[in-house]
Every structure is written in C-alpha cells, then in structure tokens.
C-alpha cells in the first residue's frame, strides 16, 4: 500500500516528506506484499519465501488553524492489492479517527474534518488496515502512522509578571541595570521564527534601553535626579518572528521609581533672622524655632543644629526635632531687660548622614544669625534673698520682732510693694507682718519642745499692680530656753539580792530633759539631803550623766521588808539650773549565787525551785496518775483469794501472804507497839495455825525471861536458836526482822528536834556553798542569825 500526502506545500516540506518516506521505506519494510509463494524445482527441495508489505509507510502533516469550508486533505492510503475495483476496503482506527479524522474505504483518501490546535496536541497516532471487502479478511497486516500537526504563527509573546514595579537609585551611572524582563510564545520554537522574540523600548526613552534579545533594562542617561523626576513609566514591547514584518507582539509597563541620596546640602531661607522674647519667659521653655531646608528625603534629610557662637549661647540653647527636622531654641537663664536688651546667635545646620560619593556637591551645612530681641514686661516684686531663715527664743511675749523681709521693684518704675503673709496653712497664723516694712512678728506664745519650726509663706505685690506677686519662703527656728527639769529616763525596777554585800552596785540609772543640749547636757545625781540618812542605800554620781545606787548593809530579808524606796534628786546644768526629785523602786529578791534573780516573792516557795506554772501542774498530774494506779492494784490484789492452807507436799519455798494491815503509828489500841521496842514486853510466842508443832516452847519462855539482862547480841543469838528449832518456820534460810534497839546509850539523844531553842554562835553561812541540796536550809538559818543580829 502506498500513501500518498499532499501536505508537504513548500521545499523544505517535500524534502521532510522525501526523507520520512525513504526513511520508512527503509526501517519499516512498507514495500510490496505478496503472499507465500512455494516453488518446486526439480531436484531441490521446498524453498520458503519471506513475505513482503504490498503498501508506503510515511507520516502526515496537517496545518493547524485551517479555516476553510471544506475538511483539509491529509493524505491517501494505497494497497497494491487494489485493482482499482472497489474490492479493497481501508479502515482507520486510534486518536481521533472517525471525528477529527475520516478516510474514503474506497479510495484510501484522509480529511481532516475539524480545525487543529497544536499547542494543544501536537501529533496524532493512527492505525491503518486493508481487507478484502467481501470476505472481511485483511489483505495485509496493519500498520501505524502518526499525522503531525504544522506550526503556525497564531500566538504572540506574553509577560506574564507584568506590570512591573522597580527602583534604582538617583545620580547612577549610566547602563545601570534596572530589571530583566522575559516574554514567552506559546508557539514551536523548533519550527521556523514563530517563537523567537525581540525586546524593544515603546516609550521611557531617552531616560532607560532595553536589550533586544535578553529583556534587560537599564539607564540610558548619567546622573538622573530624583528631584528633577522621580517616576517614569516604560513600555517594553516583545515581538516574535525576530522582530520582523508580520510577526505578532506583546508588551508591559515598567513603573520605575528614582530613591533618594544625600546629594543635597541643607539650606536656610535666609541668612538673617530676628526674634522676639519676652523677659517674662519661664527657664526651660521654647522661646522660637528655624529651619533649614533640604532637598532630599528620608534619613538623608536628617541634620542637627548648634550654637557656633554669640553672645546668647550661654543664656539660650539649641534642640533638633527629629519629626519636623526643625531646631528649637530654648532659655537657659532667666532674661532681665533692665540688663540686657538683645542676643546674637549663630546656628549652624548640618547633615549627619554623609554619602561620601557626592562630598563635591556640598559642604552639607548652613550657617544663619538669630538676633533675639528681649521685651519688656512688668515683673513682681523680686526679694533680696531666696529664701529666710529667723530665730526667736521660746516663751517670748506676742509680738516680739522675729526678722525682715525686702521686695523690690525690678522694673524702671520701681513701684512701691506691700507684704502679707499667705495664709495656706495653720502655721501662717502663729505669725503677723508689717505691711510695709516686711517685718515679722509672733502671734503666739510658742513652745520648743512642742515645736521647734514653722515654715510660712511671704508674699509681695506691687501697689500699682496687686496681681503682680512673688512668695518667698521664711523658715522660723525657736531657740530654746531651760524650762523643763530632768527627770529619769525611764521607770526602773532595781532589785537587791537578799546576800548582797555592802558598797554593791545594784543599779545605774540616767535622766533625760526635755531641753537641748546647751540647757541639759550635763546633770547632776544625788540623794535628798532634807532626808535622814538611808542604811540600807546610797548614790554614787558617775559624772557621765549617770549614776550607781549601792547597798549600805550586808544582807536583806524579804520576810522583813521586801520593797524600798529611795528619793534621787537630779538637776540639770542650764541656765538657772532646774531640778526635780524621783522615787526609785527597789525590790529584795532571792538570788543565786552568781547573782541571777531566782524569785522576789516571799510565799512563793515552789518557783525558789525554778518550777514554772505549766511544770507544777504536770508534775500534780503524774503524782494523781501513780495514785490512781496504786488504788487500782490494791483493788485488784483483794479481789483475788488464795488457798489459807499449803499442801505438805509442797511446803518448801512459798510465802504466805496475809493482807491484813496495821493502823499505822497512831493506832494504838489494835496492837502495842512496845513490842517491838523492848522484848520484855513480847507476848507468847503463837504458833501458826497451819502447821502443828511437835515440840513444846519451852526454850522460848525461857528466854523470854531473861531478856532484861542480856544485850543485842544475845537477843540475836537467843532469836536464831528459836528460829533453827521452830518446826512451824520454812526449813531453808529466812530473813528475821526485829525492831529491837537495845538500851538506852549513855551518851545521850544526837537528835536537834529539842534545840531549836538553843543559841549558838556558830555562822550557817557555809550552808550556802553545800549546793541546792541545802538552799532551803541554809535560807532558815540565815534568817535565823540575821533576826538575832537584828
């Protein structure tokens, strides 16, 4: 089959079409088919033949955009089985065979029924088939093609990022690079010019070029000034087909801003200027302002401005205002126009960001003169000192002259002034001035140690002007006099341990006066000398305004007298010395040895031992526990009975209890105690009632007799036979207890229960130095002697 293409129009076409012919005559084998053919030769054997396509293999071509009436022709197809007489039937199958692409059964021809894209597809693949049309069979294999859709030039260039915005700095070199612009063609690039694209500047010239072929913009034109222009719009177009006739084309807009450099010095408007201030201008404030003008913007517009000289740069002052660029004068110093009438000042201005690159342009700074005029204003009265200070003693009568107060004028005029007294406070009204000479006075009597200050306000007006007025502040210190006598600086509780020693300092005490110092430094202690002289105390002053209470004895009783009270005469050394008499308290207290206080109470006889409140009722608590306890298992003790009788089997080593007691001491009708003291008084000997006894007592009557002549040691023999012959006692050994003690020695009772009426005249005072054990003890005996010395 061959096929057929009428699409190759141009040269170049039909040798592309030449080439894919060839090519696919060669690559595919689409040559002749015919069918196997055997040929016998006599004598040799079966050849077999290979079989061969019987139809051209090649590839289509089809414009795209084909806008005429009648479908486009692609080509035809041909089967050398066909002979021409309609036997041979084509079939077309694949991407967009039946819709975008039909073809004659017949004859083979293809059409194109629909107008082709390529930039949206750019080549089809089809198969192509020839059978037999009556038997259906196919006449030879199928085969593929592809059909090429042919570029056109039907799509022009486009900047997809525009518009553009962009800016470059002023004063730049020419050919700077501003912005790159790309165009793209949707067209094929690999077929003809229809994508190659050219740059070209519409409109921006002669300011700004742009390269043809890479898009890049750059200035045309040295040192662009932003303050000439600052913005400008460029047109760049980007044609296709190189730029030539008939090509299609795009364009965008290129916003381009000039920035600012510091290629501008500050100016001022004028190179002199006068202002106006008036003398009433308070210290601090903005008396004025100037300003030097600068072309550029930004931080390149930034400046400072200074004093450079004058005869006012030590009475005015210069700011920047960093808003508004602008210098701000101020007053250092208050203005007097009696004084000085004008000021001259040089401002400087300057930039204080620099581009080194355009120091030729400058020098960046101005210079302006200020000439400032000083007005005049009517002033307040001004007083000779900023403030007073006066003294007057206290106690002094109403109306004694306290200091004067001078307001002057400070105008031409020299008005008259009044003064007055600014009555905002209560302490203005403990004080009265004299209208016209300033001098003030008390209104009261006043007291140091209540107050020893006052601050009042005086204020002066012009008679003139009454609403012209100036304060001043007077401060009044009250001096002191010695009105007030010493006394003790506080209530002290002196104490006197009961073995104190004479000439003992048992306290130091100190005064206190109301007074300053040059009234009441240096006092004076001593005792009442209208009094008798006091035995028990006496006073030693320290001359360091203070002074030592000593005891005159050796010992003190609380049970005697357990409170003393000791008249202190103290005066101070003011001018006339003031004197004034305290009473001291001075308690008797018992001490320990190291003389620590141990209690000043006399009936307090348990806290002598250093038991506190909380200790005593524990210990009451314990002590009604432990009876508790003990009534408890006596309790329990006679609730529980034992056998009266032990078994003979097992008489050895028991004890029998017996739980009767006694009366005690003092009953003595139950049972005669002298028993125990003399054994000539013993009963009869009775037996236990549990056991039986074998022999007689006859040794025990006996000896009972004779017991009158016979000492101790007899006794224990005589009792120690009796026990070792006693049946009734248990046979291993036993404690025997008697209370026997003999008789009465010659020497006398060593008892002391029957001398305490006695005297002696041994001293107890070593009793002290035995320890706590003997306190007590030696506490009596030492009241003992001390009464009996008494």
């Known amino acids: 089959m061959r096929i057929t293409s009428t699409s190759c129009i141009c040269p170049v076409l039909v040798c592309l079409c030449f080439v894919q012919r060839c090519y696919g005559a060669a690559h595919h084998g689409s040559i002749k088919v015919t069918r196997n053919q055997t040929k016998h030769i006599e004598g040799e054997t079966e050849v077999h033949h290979r079989p061969k396509r019987g139809w051209v293999w090649n590839q289509f071509f089809v414009l795209e955009e084909h806008m005429g009436p009648d479908p486009q022709y692609?080509?035809?197809?041909?089967?050398?089985?066909?002979?021409?007489?309609?036997?041979?039937?084509?079939?077309?199958?694949?991407?967009?065979?039946?819709?975008?692409?039909?073809?004659?059964?017949?004859?083979?021809?293809?059409?194109?029924?629909?107008?082709l894209d390529r930039e949206?597809?750019?080549?089809?693949?089809?198969?192509?088939?020839?059978?037999?049309?009556?038997?259906?069979?196919?006449?030879?294999?199928?085969?593929?093609?592809?059909?090429?859709?042919?570029?056109?030039?039907?799509?022009?260039?486009?900047?997809?990022?525009?518009?553009?915005?962009?800016?470059?700095?002023?004063?730049?070199?020419?050919?700077?690079?501003?912005?790159?612009?790309?165009?793209?063609?949707?067209?094929?690039?690999?077929?003809?010019?229809?994508?190659?694209?050219?740059?070209?500047?519409?409109?921006?010239?002669?300011?700004f070029s742009v390269d043809p072929k890479t898009g890049v913009i750059r200035t045309a034109l040295h040192n662009m000034d932003r303050e000439a222009r600052e913005h400008y719009s460029v047109v760049i177009q980007a044609k296709d087909m190189a730029g030539q006739v008939g090509g299609l084309s795009g364009s965008t807009t290129v916003n381009i801003t000039l920035t600012d450099v510091?290629?501008?010095?500050?100016?001022?408007?004028?190179?002199?200027?006068?202002?106006?201030?008036?003398?009433?201008?308070?210290?601090?404030?903005?008396?004025?302002?100037?300003?030097?003008?600068?072309?550029?913007?930004?931080?390149?517009?930034?400046?400072?401005?200074?004093?450079?000289?004058?005869?006012?740069?030590?009475?005015?002052?210069?700011?920047?205002?960093?808003?508004?660029?602008?210098?701000?004068?101020?007053?250092?110093?208050?203005?007097?126009?009696?004084?000085?009438?004008?000021?001259?000042?040089?401002?400087?201005?300057?930039?204080?960001?620099?581009?080194?690159?355009?120091?030729?342009?400058?020098?960046?700074?101005?210079?302006?003169?200020?000439?400032?005029?000083?007005?005049?204003?009517?002033?307040?009265?001004?007083?000779?000192?900023?403030?007073?200070?006066?003294?007057v003693y206290e106690n002094a009568k109403i109306g004694t002259a306290v200091g004067t107060v001078t307001a002057q004028d400070p105008?031409?005029?020299?008005?008259?002034?009044?003064?007055?007294?600014?009555?905002?406070?209560?302490?203005?009204?403990?004080?009265?001035?004299?209208?016209?000479?300033?001098?003030?006075?008390?209104?009261?009597?006043?007291?140091?140690?209540?107050?020893?200050?006052?601050?009042?306000?005086?204020?002066?007006?012009?008679?003139?002007?009454?609403?012209?007025?100036?304060?001043?502040?007077?401060?009044?210190?009250?001096?002191?006099?010695?009105?007030?006598?010493?006394?003790?600086?506080?209530?002290y509780d002196a104490v006197v341990c009961e073995n104190a020693k004479p000439g003992q300092v048992i306290q130091t005490i100190t005064a206190t006066d109301k007074d300053n110092s040059a009234n009441g430094a240096r006092f004076h202690f001593s005792l009442d000398e209208g009094l008798s002289l006091n035995p028990?105390?006496?006073?030693?002053?320290?001359?360091?305004?203070?002074?030592?209470?000593?005891?005159?004895?050796?010992?003190?009783?609380?049970?005697?007298?357990?409170t003393y009270y000791l008249p202190v005469l103290i005066s101070d050394g003011g001018v006339p010395p003031l004197s004034s008499s305290s009473t001291l308290t001075i308690r008797v207290c018992a001490c320990e040895k190291d003389g620590r206080v141990r209690t000043c109470h006399a009936e307090a006889?348990?806290?002598?031992?250093?038991?506190?409140?909380?200790?005593?009722?524990?210990?009451?608590?314990?002590?009604?526990?432990?009876?508790?306890?003990?009534?408890?298992?006596?309790?329990?003790?006679?609730?529980?009975?034992?056998?009266?009788?032990?078994?003979?089997?097992?008489?050895?080593?028991?004890?029998?209890?017996?739980?009767?007691?006694?009366?005690?001491?003092?009953?003595?009708?139950?049972?005669?105690?002298?028993?125990?003291?003399?054994?000539?008084?013993?009963?009869?000997?009775?037996?236990?009632?549990?056991?039986?006894?074998?022999?007689?007592?006859?040794l025990r009557h006996h000896a009972s007799s004779s017991l009158d002549s016979i000492d101790v040691q007899e006794f224990i023999k005589q009792r120690l036979a009796e026990a070792d012959l006693d049946p009734s006692v248990p046979p291993y050994d036993s404690l025997q207890t008697y209370a026997y003690e003999g008789h009465r020695s010659e020497a006398g009772s060593i008892s002391s229960l029957d001398s305490a009426t006695t005297h002696s005249d041994q001293d107890y005072n070593y009793l002290g130095d035995w320890g706590p054990e003997f306190k007590k003890l030696a506490e009596l005996y030492g009241e003992i002697e001390s009464e009996r010395t008494t």
């Open 605 to 698: 006889f348990l806290s002598s031992a250093g038991l506190s409140t909380g200790a005593l009722i524990a210990i009451l608590l314990c002590v009604v526990i432990l009876l508790a306890i003990v009534v408890l298992f006596i309790t329990l003790r006679r609730s529980k009975k034992e056998p009266l009788i032990i078994s003979e089997e097992d008489v050895r080593e028991n004890v029998v209890t017996y739980d009767d007691e006694g009366g005690g001491e003092e009953d003595t009708e139950a049972f005669d105690i002298t028993a125990l003291r003399n054994p000539s008084a013993a009963e009869e000997l009775k037996y236990r009632r549990d056991v039986r006894p074998e022999v007689k007592p006859v």
């Open 536 to 562: 028990n105390f006496t006073l030693r002053d320290n001359e360091d305004n203070t002074a030592s209470i000593l005891t005159r004895r050796r010992r003190y009783s609380r049970t005697t007298q357990d």
């Open 74 to 115: 692609v080509g035809k197809l041909h089967s050398n089985s066909d002979k021409g007489d309609g036997s041979v039937k084509y079939i077309l199958t694949g991407e967009g065979a039946g819709t975008i692409f039909i073809i004659d059964d017949t004859t083979g021809d293809i059409h194109s029924t629909k107008s």
């Open 411 to 491: 105008d031409t005029a020299n008005s008259l002034v009044r003064y007055f007294i600014d009555r905002n406070t209560e302490e203005d009204r403990y004080f009265t001035i004299d209208a016209n000479t300033g001098t003030i006075k008390t209104a009261k009597i006043f007291d140091r140690e209540e107050t020893p200050w006052y601050n009042i306000t005086v204020a002066a007006s012009e008679i003139d002007n009454p609403e012209l007025v100036s304060h001043v502040q007077v401060g009044v210190r009250i001096l002191d006099i010695n009105d007030n006598p010493p006394e003790l600086a506080r209530e």
């Open 262 to 391: 510091n290629d501008n010095p500050p100016r001022f408007p004028q190179k002199h200027y006068q202002l106006y201030v008036p003398e009433s201008a308070q210290v601090g404030s903005a008396v004025g302002k100037i300003k030097a003008n600068d072309a550029d913007t930004g931080s390149n517009a930034d400046m400072k401005y200074t004093i450079i000289n004058g005869d006012g740069s030590g009475v005015f002052s210069i700011s920047t205002d960093k808003e508004t660029r602008e210098g701000i004068i101020s007053l250092k110093k208050p203005l007097n126009y009696e004084k000085k009438k004008s000021y001259t000042l040089n401002i400087e201005g300057a930039n204080t960001h620099l581009d080194f690159r355009f120091s030729h342009l400058g020098p960046f700074k101005d210079v302006t003169m200020l000439k400032i005029i000083v007005g005049d204003v009517d002033e307040p009265p001004l007083f000779t000192m900023p403030s007073y200070v006066m003294e």
């Open 120 to 207: 949206q597809k750019t080549h089809y693949v089809l198969h192509a088939q020839a059978i037999d049309r009556r038997t259906n069979k196919p006449l030879e294999p199928e085969s593929e093609f592809i059909i090429k859709v042919q570029d056109i030039n039907d799509n022009a260039p486009k900047f997809t990022d525009g518009p553009y915005i962009v800016t470059v700095p002023e004063m730049s070199e020419m050919g700077t690079s501003v912005l790159q612009v790309t165009a793209t063609d949707a067209d094929d690039p690999t077929y003809g010019n229809s994508a190659r694209v050219v740059y070209s500047i519409l409109q921006g010239q002669p300011y």
